[in-house]
């Protein structure tokens, strides 16, 4: 009879903890208690321990043997925990050497037969390992190319318990040093503005919303999705950081094979969606469609079709960068700092404009879905089909390039705050820190003081106008740029949202 020890991975959102695991064997009945788990979770992962090592052709321990985690995970327990159970409890039985396990991380769902599952999130949990210190990692081998990339992990892949057991019983595991990450995924976005025609408004829009981090409105029965699909095309490249954050909730989601690596990532889900899948559970720790769009572009096509929850529930990520869920006893969070690009024909029917027989209520009750949505949005732009056979306007490079000295400048001027785009400055230093010219200032205070403009709004007006005087090259917003903001909120139509 002895003990052992080894380590585990558990998540809670996207953030990774380092749990203990520990083993003792006494004698007794052969019986097995595991602590440290939710209560919902101790009989499945017993059943599953169980199966695993008898399919495994290992002998069940003729011991009582008591399994402990801590801390204690999470009410909902994902199984990636189930190996470092499994060698834990073999180590403390005598079938594999304790010391063989200790200084290790072990991943992955155990099946019935002794197979080794891959399991979601091995990014951030190998990240949060070897932030602890521990750098070698056994995971699942559909995890292994994943695992890898983590710089300073040593990946050891596997595929069933029975190698597990065998490789640490007459040595040790065979280490993996620098897998080469999977090549980037052939991207949808390797599309240009020049195939979009016409539209000019709306490319200038498109521009002024990359270059500051503004979110966009477009209307009418035009190219809309084009022009979302190019936003990320023409945003500067993902950080190393950033890149970092957007391939750890890809590794969550499952979908690491998708993550983007240097073009921002674009999220566009079905309005048909549900709200799990557009802002995330807790039941799953499953991120949704907006932090799949973090630090890139979350687009909703026909906006006013979407779930009215959907619609009013995408306020408090714009507002704070981060998904807040609640349930099953505990709260995770996700981060959303991402550009809504909206798109909404001017009614619900199917018929096209010429052919329209809505009332004007009946357009105004449609959009007024979008309400509270807008009223976070800085800039707006009609949209309409022109000559689809024409290859017309700049091409996505020469306005990428724009975009890309406006952002140089505005984050020379944002050095020493914690904001990264004229989008995140508060009002408080737009009137303090980052004051306008004076004819500037009179103009958006005027129409302020026709209540046209709420204080929300005046807010927005003076960052896209920072980004106008970004894009010209110039010190700080003039009159010009004033004006200019006022066009781009009101869009066409002349309809501002407040």
């Not at 005598?94 to 200790?102: H, K, Q, S, T």
């Not at 022009?227 to 957007?246: C, F, K, M, S, Y």
Request: proline share 8%.
């Amino acid at each position: 009879m002895g003990y052992a020890s080894t380590r585990s991975v558990a998540l809670i959102g996207i953030t990774a903890h380092v749990v203990g695991v520990e083993a003792d064997a006494a004698p007794g009945d052969a019986e097995l208690h595991l602590v440290g788990l939710p209560e919902t979770s101790v009989w499945p992962a017993r059943a599953r321990i169980r199966a695993a090592i008898l399919n495994s052709g290992t002998a069940w321990p003729d011991a009582r043997i008591t399994v402990s985690v801590t801390p204690v995970i999470p009410p909902v327990y994902d199984a990636a925990a189930d190996l470092a159970l499994a060698v834990a409890l073999l180590a403390a039985a005598g079938v594999i050497p304790p010391e063989r396990i200790a200084g290790r991380v072990f991943l992955g769902e155990l099946a019935l037969d002794g197979g080794i599952r891959p399991v979601r999130g091995v990014l951030p949990m190998v990240a949060a390992a070897v932030r602890a210190g521990i750098s070698r990692v056994v995971v699942p081998a559909e995890c292994a190319r994943e695992a890898a990339q983590v710089p300073g992990a040593v990946v050891m892949p596997v595929t069933r318990l029975a190698d597990v057991v065998d490789q640490l019983r007459h040595g040790t595991l065979r280490d993996h040093h620098g897998q080469e990450p999977e090549p980037a995924p052939s991207s949808s976005l390797a599309v240009d503005l020049a195939d979009v025609p016409g539209n000019p408004a709306a490319r200038r829009a498109l521009e002024v919303c990359a270059a500051g981090g503004h979110h966009l409105f477009l209307s009418g029965d035009g190219p809309a999705t084009m022009l979302a699909e190019r936003l990320p095309g023409i945003l500067p490249p993902l950080t190393d950081e950033a890149a970092r954050q957007v391939a750890e909730i890809y590794s969550l989601a499952g979908q690491s094979n998708r993550a983007p690596r240097i073009t921002p990532p674009l999220s566009a889900p079905h309005r048909s969606e549900t709200p799990a899948a557009i802002f995330g559970s807790v039941a799953g720790n499953r991120p949704g469609a907006v932090s799949l769009a973090h630090r890139g572009v979350l687009h909703l096509a026909d906006a006013p079709e979407f779930a009215r929850p959907v619609l009013d529930g995408q306020c408090r990520p714009l507002d704070s960068g981060q998904v807040h869920l609640a349930g099953l006893g505990r709260s995770v969070r996700y981060p959303a700092r991402f550009t809504l690009v909206l798109d909404a024909r001017p009614c619900s029917c199917p018929e096209s404009w010429e052919e329209c027989a809505c009332t004007p209520e009946a357009r105004r009750r449609y959009r007024a879905r979008l309400a509270l949505l807008l009223s976070r949005v800085a800039v707006r732009a009609p949209v309409e089909w022109g000559d689809r056979g024409a290859r017309t306007g700049e091409p996505s490079a020469m306005v990428a390039a724009r975009v890309l000295a406006a952002r140089v400048r505005a984050a020379h001027r944002l050095a020493d705050t914690p904001w990264r785009t004229n989008a995140e400055v508060p009002a408080s230093d737009l009137r303090t820190r980052f004051p306008v010219a004076l004819e500037a200032a009179e103009l958006l205070r005027s129409e302020a003081n026709t209540g046209l403009v709420t204080a929300d709004g005046l807010a927005r007006l003076l960052r896209v106008a920072w980004t106008l005087a970004d894009l010209r090259g110039a010190d700080r917003p003039q009159l010009d740029d004033a004006a200019s903001a006022l066009e781009l909120w009101k869009g066409a139509d002349g309809d501002g949202a407040r």
